[in-house]
């Protein structure tokens, strides 16, 4: 049974930060691109990091020089390290874990999502 589970969500006054954390179980975590997605209210899920199981990144372009997305292969498990959080960031963040483009059967698996508001 595959599990993503996240932590570290919580209410922070702007500017401040948090650390996202996704533990997996139940893959072959080292193989996957693992992801963290947000959805604010009214508006689309979207994509804020991802990093591939060989450590390339890649961001939201609003998040570029604040979030820093990272992994520990021996830990399964993933994190998104948010400083200088703004308003705008507020939303539900979820872990995602994809393996379109390694495998031959690829799956993609969701957490349950944590919330994060920045708000004064």
């Known amino acids: 049974q595959v599990q993503l589970v996240e932590s570290g969500g919580g209410l922070v006054q702007p500017g401040g930060s948090l650390r996202l954390s996704c533990a997996a179980s139940g893959i072959i975590f080292s193989i996957y691109r693992m992801g963290w997605y947000r959805q604010a209210p009214g508006k689309q899920r979207e994509l804020v990091a991802s990093?591939?199981?060989?450590?390339?990144?890649n961001y939201l372009d609003s998040v570029k020089g604040r979030f820093t997305i990272s992994r520990d292969n021996a830990k399964n498990t993933v994190y998104l390290q948010m400083n200088s959080l703004k308003p705008e960031d507020t939303a539900v963040y979820y872990c995602?874990?994809?393996?379109?483009?390694?495998?031959?059967?690829?799956?993609?698996?969701w957490g349950q999502g944590t919330q994060v508001t920045a708000s004064s």
């Open positions: 990093i591939t199981g060989g450590g390339r990144t």
């Open positions: 995602n874990a994809d393996s379109t483009g390694v495998v031959f059967n690829p799956n993609i698996y």
